[in-house]
Nanobody, 123 residues
Framework: QVQLVESGGGLVQPGGSLTLSCATS????????MGWYRQVPGKERELVAK???????NYSDSMKGRFTISRDNAKNTMYLQMDSLKPDDTAVYYC?????????????????WGQGTQVTVSS
């Protein structure tokens, strides 16, 4: 079974930085686009940034210039470097990936979510 595991969240002061990681595991054949999303209580989950296997990136307007998404295709791992953090960035951050995996004798392609990692920006 494919799993995505986020790490790197925590408490940081306004203006500080954090780097999140999303590691994949399982019988993975290919990882296509990957993305970071975030959610605060009472609001819908929103896109932070996406990256395709070729490296093309897409950012939500409010994160442009402050966040940098990257991936290591050899490790099927994705990162999010977050700089100049603001209290409004406080949320649970989730990774999402479009993954093709081997399940028994089948090749299955579907999207997976990680369990989320809390980021709190506060003084």
């Amino acid at each position: 079974q494919v799993q995505l595991v986020e790490s790197g969240g925590g408490l940081v002061q306004p203006g500080g930085s954090l780097t999140l990681s999303c590691a994949t595991s399982g019988s993975i054949l290919s990882v296509y686009d990957m993305g970071w999303y975030r959610q605060v209580p009472g609001k819908e989950r929103e896109l932070v940034a996406k990256i395709v296997s070729g490296g093309t990136t897409n950012y939500s307007d409010s994160m442009k210039g402050r966040f940098t998404i990257s991936r290591d295709n050899a490790k099927n791992t994705m990162y999010l470097q977050m700089d100049s953090l603001k209290p409004d960035d406080t949320a649970v951050y989730y990774c999402n990936a479009d993954v093709e995996s081997r399940q028994g004798s089948y090749r299955v392609r579907r999207r997976y979510w990680g369990q989320g990692t809390q980021v709190t920006v506060s003084s």
